[in-house]
Every structure is written in structure tokens, then in C-alpha cells.
């Protein structure tokens, strides 16, 4: 019901760098029953200040209510949504990948192809870097998958907006 | 010259123009008992914390100012969380302090220690754990400050024992920025023409008002706007006071146990003027079926309320006095016409609700629970300070006792916490001294803080509880007659404390009524008393709240008896 309706967005919120405040912010989330898909945390350039980027999803009229709560906690700067916005999104993600004699050659050139690198190698394993929006990712991952992943650890979607040219 | 933190505390208190604080001691929090009695601040001492978070609620209430506790650590700052709660949910101010263990003990589960801002960050406004005592004051004034700004709310603030003993040279804090809360008062100058254009074109436009109107101070811009446009007004039980009830124009209160008239008003309008309500689930009923003819202008400070549960026509975040004030200046600009003609037809339908669905009882020759609110109107004139209990007592005092003033009813609308009206009570009479106060109570929630009547005692003061004693948890013995075939599991409460005896034993005065015609004698008697009197009435013990709107159903189908 209502589901049709249902859509993406990415939420940057600029906060008190202060603790507790993440916990606010994701205690709003779970009290509420809204889902949090991916979350990044950091100090910007005013220490006094963190971003907060929050990939969540649902209803026009959820995110509208989303958004005025964030807006309302006392320690929140700014929200953004970045939906319906020009912005840039990034991922990081490593991945330990098992690296069999015969597959070696095959992961790097897949490694190659999409502006990855290895940053670590033992004798059975490397871990590969890589940076890009989550499709380019996921794909990345659906590549390598085939040899065997024994490890992932992805970062969540960063955004910022992009400025008028 | 250094001062200790505690001595810090006391000196924004009094600048933030506190006189009262109700509170509790314990170790965390010794330094600071040690550094109040030294002042001349007011300190009340309850018997239990959650008495002294609804005492400070009714105190802020009834006097606008904010309301202020005082606990210690662990259970202290525990027990005053369902108190909190409440004055979250009703947007009160309050600032409560809480002791907390020294900060190097701080997570090391130490003796009295609990997360009191992780327990309390879903029901505050904001919350603060104190580390650097230099932090200190500016965090006590942002407290004041945000409690008592936008929509208001219940501030905490930790306060771990090392660091109210340190010491700070003392710099005064002159104002309080705070960069990331900025609450919008004035209205979007756009939205309010629509208003007027919608005015207008209404035929049955009716006027809903909620618990913002009060603390707004918005009660008199209301009853201008109201005059001027003619229509009808109807309430949520938190804005009950906020329009006078003597005016013709008033249909009682709106909800699960509504007026018929303003139930089924809210279901013909074709313009629903909401100012300061939220929508509350007792009072929309099934959301989809609320005022379904109507376009709705719903002015709030909070912009979360809007949109929340009903769909808006003309969302205006603003103050709603300050809006209504504005919507009066546009208005008297504007040519209404005939506006009494033009209203006649429907105040006339009203009028035929009014008159074929009156509120209503059969007094026999038990004495019914309303026949007692009526009587306590009666007699108190209207002009006593009621506070209430939950369940049906809550309901009756809402329908029978008439309010034409605000801050006159105090009640738990939001959390529906059993236990408040006591407390609460004792909060607004420290508030008012002059004022005669009334806790409207069922004898299952009187129960509940019970103790706080040797508060009562102790300071004199002469706060009425009028019980009516059915024997039942009666509301929830009502919804178990009548949704589950009257199987009364653990709702009776046979065994109850002889309330006359139990005043007595608290110092304070007992009186019962058991048969209708002693009802006006006792009250009579209690009012005449300068202390503390229960009076404890023998109602029908089956009685019923009606109309009642089963849950989840439209508020125009109700129950009639
Ligand atoms: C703290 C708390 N516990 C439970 C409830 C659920 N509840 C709502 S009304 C009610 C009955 C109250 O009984 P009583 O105080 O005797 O009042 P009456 O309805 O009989 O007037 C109960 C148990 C509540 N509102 N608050």
C-alpha cells in the first residue's frame, strides 16, 4: 500500500560536532521505524561541524516528516536532500578477494577496468580498493564474486551538491 | 572570585527568574541541596521523583513560567521519566537536573548510575551530560532557552558529582546563540491571504483549536478572530479553556469523546481552521474519514505537526498568536458581508445536534460521576484550577466542568499518564496560592502518587482530590464492556485504602459521599477547609463515558449510550 510512491534519497545533514549527536540522529530514525540504508560520518572543514550523509528511502510524505524531524533536533545545522538536486555521490569499499594462482591475472584486469587497485597481496588473498557511485560498485562486486569474496567493508554513499557552472 | 558549580547553578536559576524547584535528594546531587538551601529559592520536597516532574508540569501550566526539578542520580533520574514523557508529549517547559556519579565513573556501572540522556533523548526536547564545568552555565541558559522557545519541551541536564563541586571563575553569560535552532514565530506573509480567500468561500467553516493556542497566549486574538468570522469553535481536550465555553459559538470538545455537535460539525465543514493541534489519533478517529468535506488551514510553530496524520490545504508554520494577530489585521481590511446570515444555516444544524444530542446523564439514585463534575462547577462558579487523573474521570471533568479561561485545566493529554493530576495539582496551587485547585481523580490513578499528600501537608496546601471512586479501572472496564463482552479481567480494584482514613493519616482531610443528595454538602465542606481534603464520592460504578467513537472508526460514527 502507498509502496508506489516509494523512493531514494540521500540526506547530507550538517551537525554540532559533538557527542551523542549521531546517536539523536539515529534514535530519531529507529523510534520513528524509518530505515537508514547507508551512513557516513565526518568533521568537515569547521571542526565544530560534522556531515552526516544518510541514503534512506519511502514515501514522499515519510521523507517530508523525515526531514522536519531532523530539522527540529536542536544540534542539527542543515538538512539537504540531495533528490532532487545536481550533486555527486561516492562510495569506498574494500574488498578482500581470494586470489588463486589461476584467477590472479583476471582480477587485476578487472581491477584495472574499473580504476580499482590492489592494496594489499598474500599469498591467497588481495585487498582491492575501490572508489565510485554503489552501482559501479555493486558491479565491481558482481565481477570478483565468481573467485570468491571472503570480505567486504563499504563506506555508504557520500554527496555533496554540485555548484552552478 | 570562583564559584563551585553548584553555586553556579544557583546563580543562572535565579537569573533565569526561577523561584520553585521540586525535588528530591540523594548522593550525587548533595553539593547542590548544599549550595539551595543557602539561597533563597523555593525548594519543594516531594515523596516520590515522577511527583516532582508533574508537580513542576502543573506549575509551569498554571503559572507560564518554566517548571523546574531537581533529582538525583540512578533512580532518581529513572523515576522521573514518565513524567518527562508527559511534558514532552504536551509541550511543556521544564528543566529537570539529574545527578549523575563522577565523571570517572561515568560507564563504569557504578553505584546510581545510569544513561539518563540516553533514556530521556526520545522524550526531551533536548538533553544535555554535563563534563566541563565550564560549560556549565551556558548550558543551563540554553536549557531555559530552548525549553521555553518554539513549541516547548522538557530539558535535561546531567550532572556528574565532581563536577558540581568544581570550581570556575565566573564569567556571566549575556545571551544565548544557538547556531542550529532558530523557531519560526512569524508566519509566511503569503499563506495568509489564502486564508482570507478561503474564509470567504466557506459555508461551514468551523474553527479546531489545540493546546498551542495556550501556550501561544493566543486566547484573546482567538476570540477576536472568532468574532469576526462567526463560526463555530471546537477543541482538543488540550485546548480546552482556550476559547471560552460560555460563548454561544463553542461546541465543546472535539475527539473519542466529543460533543456530538462537534463531531459531527467537524464531519459537515467545509473549511477546518486547526491552530496549534496535532492531529492526535483520539481525535481524528480514522484519518481518512476526518473532515472529509474539508479544506484545512493548519497554523503550528511545528513544522512536524503539519502534514503529519491529515493532509493541508494552507500549511502556516508560525506562532499562533502572532499569526492569528496578523489573519486579524488582514481580516479587518476584508468586507465579510453579512456574515451572521450567512452562518445562520449551519449554526442552525448545529443548534439541531446540540438540542437532539445534548450531553447528557440520568442522575438515579446512585450518584453518577457527572452530576459530581457538574455540581464541582457549580460550586467552584467555574473558576477553580482543574487538574485530572486518567481514564473517565479525565473525560467527565473534560465534558461537565466548562473552561473560559486558559491554563484553568491541566491534564496529560499525550502520554494519558495515571498518576499526573495529583502532583500536578500541587505544582499550579504553589503556583496559585489565591486559586482554588481541584485534582478531578478515578481511584485507580490516585493511587498512583498517592504519597504526595504528605506534600500536600507539609506545605499547606489546600489542594481538593474529588475521587470518583467506582471500584473499576473504569475507562479500560469500559472498553472491556464494550469491545469485549464485558469480560472485566483485572480492571476491578475492590480492594482499595478507605480514602477518608487515608487523608486523615496523611494529616489531611477526609470526607465520602455514598448517596446524591450529601454530594453539595461535602463539597461545600471541602471548600470551606483551607488544607488538603479528599473527597472520596461512591459513584454508579458502571457508568460510562458517551459519546464515545470506538478506535479507528470516523468521529462522526459514535456510540450515544
Ligand atoms: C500509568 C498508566 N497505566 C495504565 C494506564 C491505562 N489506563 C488508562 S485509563 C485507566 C483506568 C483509570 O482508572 P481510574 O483512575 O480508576 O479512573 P476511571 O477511569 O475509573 O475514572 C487505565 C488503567 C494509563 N493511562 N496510565
Known amino acids: 500500500m502507498g509502496k508506489l510512491d516509494e523512493k531514494k534519497s540521500i540526506l547530507s545533514i550538517l551537525v554540532d560536532n559533538k557527542p551523542g549527536v549521531l546517536s539523536r540522529i539515529v534514535g530519531l530514525f529507529s523510534g520513528r521505524g524509518f530505515n537508514i540504508e547507508s551512513l557516513c560520518v565526518a568533521e568537515t572543514t569547521d571542526p565544530l561541524v560534522s556531515r552526516i550523509t544518510i541514503v534512506t528511502s519511502g514515501e514522499s510524505r515519510v521523507l517530508e516528516q523525515i526531514k522536519k524531524q531532523l530539522n527540529k533536533l536542536i544540534n542539527v545545522i542543515k538538512v539537504m536532500d540531495f533528490t532532487d538536486l545536481a550533486f555527486v555521490q561516492g562510495e569506498m569499499a574494500l574488498v578482500k578477494v581470494r586470489a588463486k594462482s589461476e584467477h590472479r591475472a583476471e582480477i587485476l584486469r578487472t581491477v584495472d577496468i574499473f580504476k580499482a587497485r590492489v592494496v594489499d597481496a598474500s599469498p591467497e588473498y588481495y585487498i582491492v580498493e575501490i572508489i565510485g557511485d554503489d552501482s559501479k560498485i555493486d558491479a565491481f562486486l558482481s565481477l570478483v564474486k565468481p573467485m570468491g569474496i571472503k570480505e567486504i567493508a563499504r563506506t555508504g554513499t557520500i554527496a555533496l551538491a554540485r555548484e552552478k557552472k | ?561
Open chain 2, 1 to 561: 572570585m570562583k564559584l563551585t558549580g553548584a553555586q553556579i547553578i544557583m546563580k543562572a536559576l535565579q537569573e533565569e527568574g526561577v523561584d520553585t524547584i521540586f525535588g528530591f535528594p540523594g548522593g550525587a546531587v548533595l553539593d547542590i541541596y548544599d549550595a539551595l538551601v543557602k539561597t533563597d529559592l523555593r525548594h519543594v520536597l516531594v515523596r516520590h521523583e515522577q511527583g516532582a516532574v508533574h508537580a513542576a508540569d502543573g506549575y509551569a501550566r498554571a503559572s507560564g513560567k518554566v517548571g523546574v526539578c531537581l533529582v538525583t542520580s540512578g533512580p532518581g533520574a529513572t523515576n522521573t521519566v514518565t513524567g518527562i514523557a508527559s511534558a514532552y508529549m504536551d509541550s511543556v517547559p521544564l528543566v529537570v537536573f539529574t545527578g549523575q556519579v563522577p565523571t570517572a565513573l561515568i560507564g563504569n556501572d557504578a553505584f546510581q548510575e545510569v544513561d539518563i540522556v540516553g533514556i530521556t533523548r526520545p522524550c526531551t526536547k533536548h538533553n544535555y551530560l554535563v563534563k566541563d564545568v565550564e560549560e556549565l552555565e551556558r548550558t543551563i541558559r540554553e536549557a531555559f532557552f530552548i525549553a521555553r522557545s518554539g513549541r516547548p519541551g522538557p530539558v535535561l541536564i546531567d550532572l556528574p558529582k565532581d563536577l558540581v563541586q568544581a570550581k570556575t571563575s565566573n564569567r556571566p553569560i549575556k545571551e544565548v546563540r544557538l547556531r542550529s535552532y532558530h523557531p519560526t514565530y512569524e508566519p509566511n506573509s503569503k499563506q495568509l491571504p489564502k486564508v482570507v480567500k478561503l474564509l470567504k468561500e466557506a459555508k461551514r467553516p468551523l474553527v479546531f483549536t489545540g493546546g498551542g493556542v495556550i501556550l501561544s497566549k493566543a486566547s484573546e486574538e482567538l476570540r477576536r478572530f472568532v468574532a469576526k468570522i462567526h463560526a463555530p469553535v471546537t477543541s482538543t481536550l488540550m485546548g480546552l479553556g482556550g476559547f471560552p465555553a460560555s460563548d454561544p459559538l463553542w461546541l465543546g470538545m472535539i475527539g473519542m469523546h466529543g460533543t456530538y455537535r462537534a463531531n459531527m460539525s467537524s464531519g459537515e465543514c467545509d473549511l477546518l481552521i486547526a491552530i496549534g493541534v496535532r492531529f492526535d489519533d483520539r481525535v481524528t478517529g480514522r484519518t481518512d474519514a476526518f473532515a472529509p468535506n474539508a479544506k484545512i488551514v493548519h497554523i503550528d510553530i511545528d513544522p512536524t505537526s503539519i502534514r503529519k496524520n491529515i493532509p493541508v490545504t494552507v500549511p502556516i508554520v508560525g506562532d499562533c498568536r502572532i499569526t492569528l494577530e496578523k489573519l486579524n489585521a488582514l481580516l479587518e481590511t476584508e468586507d465579510l458581508g453579512n456574515i451572521k446570515e450567512k452562518r445562520r444555516p449551519w449554526l442552525d444544524q448545529i443548534e439541531e445536534w446540540k438540542s437532539t444530542m445534548p450531553l447528557d446523564y440520568e442522575q438515579s439514585d446512585v450518584i453518577k460521576p457527572q452530576f459530581v463534575v457538574e455540581k464541582l462547577y457549580e460550586l467552584t462558579r467555574g473558576e477553580a484550577i482543574i487538574t485530572t487523573e486518567v481514564g473517565q474521570n479525565q473525560m467527565w471533568a473534560a465534558q461537565y466542568y466548562h473552561f473560559d479561561r486558559p491554563n484553568c485545566f491541566i491534564t496529560s493529554g499525550g502520554l494519558g499518564c495515571m498518576g499526573f493530576g495529583f502532583p500536578a495539582a500541587i505544582g499550579a496551587q504553589i503556583a496559585c496560592p489565591d486559586k482554588l485547585v481541584i485534582d478531578i481523580a478515578g481511584d485507580g490513578s490516585i493511587q498512583m502518587n498517592i504519597q504526595e499528600m504528605a506534600t500536600a501537608v507539609q506545605y499547606n496546601l489546600p489542594v481538593k482530590v474529588a475521587i470518583l471512586n467506582n471500584g473499576y479501572l473504569g475507562m479500560v472496564r469500559q472498553w472491556q464492556e464494550l469491545f469485549y463482552d464485558r469480560c472485566y479481567a483485572h480492571t476491578e480494584m475492590s480492594c482499595a485504602p478507605d480514602f477518608v482514613k487515608l487523608a486523615e493519616a496523611y494529616g489531611a482531610v477526609g470526607l465520602r459521599a455514598t448517596k446524591p443528595e450529601e454530594v453539595e454538602g461535602i463539597i461545600k465542606e471541602a471548600l470551606s477547609v483551607q488544607r488538603p481534603v479528599i473527597m472520596d464520592f461512591q459513584v454508579e460504578k458502571e457508568e460510562c463515558v458517551y459519546p464515545m467513537v470506538p478506535a479507528g472508526e470516523p468521529i462522526t460514527e459514535m456510540l450515544l449510550v
